[in-house]
DNA sequence: CGTCCCCTTGAATGAAGTCAATACGCGTGG
DNA sequence: CCACGCGTATTGACTTCATTCAAGGGGACG
C-alpha cells in the first residue's frame, strides 16, 4: 500500500517492520481512485482530511481570474498534503489527478496517533514536509532565475530523482504521465516553447520521452544544464538515489 | 518585544495576557542585531536556532552557481523562521538582513516548551506555518504567470497587508527598506524594468515609494492591477487587515 | 564634503510568446 | 479490423515583453 511514502521516509530515518504496518494500515482505510483530469479537492473546499498518494501522479495548482493556471506543485508516489491543513477554513488551491492516481485519505485523528505513538515516524513525517518546503523554494529559484531550457532541466531533474527516492523508478526510466501543457503550466512557459526546449534536450541525447515514458540518458549533463543541485532534497543518508544505480 | 508576532497570531487566534508574556520573554532571551545587508544564516550552515524577527526586515535567498540571486521570501516584523529547521543537517538557503534588523534567537527547547504547554500559541504557530507555505505557492504563481506589472503590484499587495497584519503600517503607509534591486531579485525581473514598473504605479497614482517609505494611495485599484486576493494570507477573523482603514 | 551606491532614462537586442496550420496517435464505434 | 475524430504534439513566421548595455544624476552616509 503505503510503499512509495516507506521507501522515501527510509532516505532519512530507519523504519522498523512495525512501523510500516503502521504506515500500511493507515493506507488501507479509505483509497479513492480518479482517472485523468479529476478534481481530488477544490480551491474553497473546506479541508477535512490528509491526502497520500498511493499510486500515480497528481498536482496542487492555481488559477487567475482570467484563466491562467499555474501548478505549483507535483504530487509523485508517497507524497501527502500538508498533515495540518484541516487547521484552514477554506482550501487556497486546487489539486487534481494527472495520469490514473489512487489516493488514500487519513483521517486527522489517524494521524494524531502517529504523533503520539510513533517517534520514528513522526520525524519522517517532519522531514518531509520541510522537504517539501525547501522543493516549494526550489521552484521559485527556478521560474525566477532560470531560462527555458534550464527550467526544464532542472524540473526533469527533480522529478526523476523524487520517483528514485519514491522506489517507482527504475535505472534511468520512468513512467511520466504528464503533458506538455502541465510541464508548460508548471514551469511558467507556453507549451509550444516546451515542446521546443524538449526537442533540444532530445537532441543533446540527454532525455528521450516517448509513451509517457522518460528515459534519462545522461543525468550527470542533465543536472549541470539544469544548474541542478540535490543539496534541498536533503537526502542525507549516503544519498544513494543521486548516484546512476549500479543496476 | 514580540509585539509584531502577537499582533499577527490574533489574527488567528485570541492569546490571553499570560500568553502573550510568554512570547516575550521568549524573544527576550537573546536579541542580535544587524546592519543592512549582513548574513544571519548562510546556506550550508547546520541550523541550531530559530529566528524571530523583531523589528526591520530580512530576505531568504538562494543563490545559483554563475551568481543569480533569487529572494525566496521576506521576512517582516512578527515572522518566524521554520521552527523545526534544525531536523536538517544543513541550511539549502541563505538569510541576510535587509535594513536594520533585530532579531530573537529562540531555541529548540523554548519552543517544546511552548508546543507542550500553551494549546493557543500552538495553534497560531501553526497556522502561521500553513500561511508562509500558503505565501510561497503565491510566489510560485507570481512568477510562474503574471507579468511585470502584476508581479510588483501583487508583491506591494501582500507585503502592505502583511505588515498591516504586524501592526507595523499605518493608515496608508509603511517603512519600505528594501531596494530597487531586491523587488527585482524577489520578482525575477530585472532592476531596470523593475523601476519602471514603479514608475507606471507611480503615474496610475496608485502608490509612491520615496525615502524608504511606501505609501499606497489606492489599495483597491493595487488589489485589481496584481490580481490579488487576500485568501491565500487566511486571515479569517473579519480580515480588517483588508480594508482600509478607519483613520 | 566627497564618495559610493542606487536610481533613472534611452536605445538596441534577444528570449519566449502568439498565431496558425499540419501531423500524429489513441480510443471509440461502425 | 479499419475509419473517424478529438486532443496533443510539432513546426514555422512574426510579435512582444523584458533584458542588456550604457551613460548621467541624485541622495545617503561616513
Redesign the interface.
Given at each position: 500500500m503505503a510503499e512509495a511514502l516507506i521507501s522515501k521516509l527510509q532516505h532519512f530515518v530507519q523504519l522498523l517492520p512495525h512501523d510500516k504496518d503502521v504506515l500500511n494500515s493507515a493506507a488501507r482505510e479509505r483509497v479513492r481512485k480518479f482517472s485523468p483530469n479529476e478534481p481530488i479537492i477544490l480551491?474553497g473546499d473546506k479541508p477535512t482530511v490528509i491526502n497520500l498518494v498511493l499510486s500515480g501522479w497528481a498536482c496542487?495548482y492555481?488559477h487567475?481570474?482570467?484563466g491562467?493556471?499555474?501548478i505549483?506543485?507535483f504530487f509523485l508516489p508517497g507524497d501527502l498534503c500538508?498533515h495540518?491543513?484541516f487547521?484552514?477554513?477554506?482550501m487556497?488551491?486546487s489539486i487534481a489527478s494527472i495520469g490514473h492516481v489512487s489516493v488514500a485519505e487519513i483521517t486527522p485523528k489517524a494521524f494524531d496517533a502517529i504523533f503520539e505513538n510513533h517517534y520514528r515516524i513522526t520525524?519522517g513525517l517532519?522531514?518531509d514536509s520541510?522537504v517539501a518546503?525547501?522543493i516549494?523554494?526550489?521552484?521559485?529559484?527556478n521560474?525566477?532565475?532560470?531560462n527555458a531550457v534550464e527550467r526544464i532541466a532542472h524540473l526533469l531533474c527533480e522529478l526523476f530523482i523524487r520517483l528514485r527516492v519514491a522506489g517507482v523508478a527504475r535505472d534511468k526510466t520512468c513512467s511520466f504521465p504528464i503533458r506538455q501543457i502541465d510541464l508548460a503550466?508548471?514551469?511558467?512557459m507556453s507549451p509550444v516553447h516546451v515542446n521546443r526546449v524538449l526537442h533540444e534536450l532530445r537532441d543533446l541525447q540527454v532525455i528521450s520521452l516517448v509513451n509517457r515514458t522518460l528515459v534519462v540518458h545522461d543525468l550527470k549533463r542533465l543536472m549541470e544544464i539544469g544548474?541542478f543541485t540535490a543539496?534541498?532534497l536533503?537526502l542525507?543518508r549516503g544519498a544513494p538515489a543521486l548516484e546512476p544505480e549500479s543496476r
Open positions: 480551491e496542487r492555481k487567475l481570474e482570467d491562467r493556471r499555474q505549483v506543485s500538508d495540518n491543513v487547521i484552514l477554513r477554506q487556497d488551491h520525524q517532519w522531514w520541510l518546503m525547501a516549494q523554494r526550489e521552484w521559485t529559484l521560474l525566477g532565475q532560470r503550466d508548471a514551469t511558467g544548474l543539496n534541498y536533503h542525507d
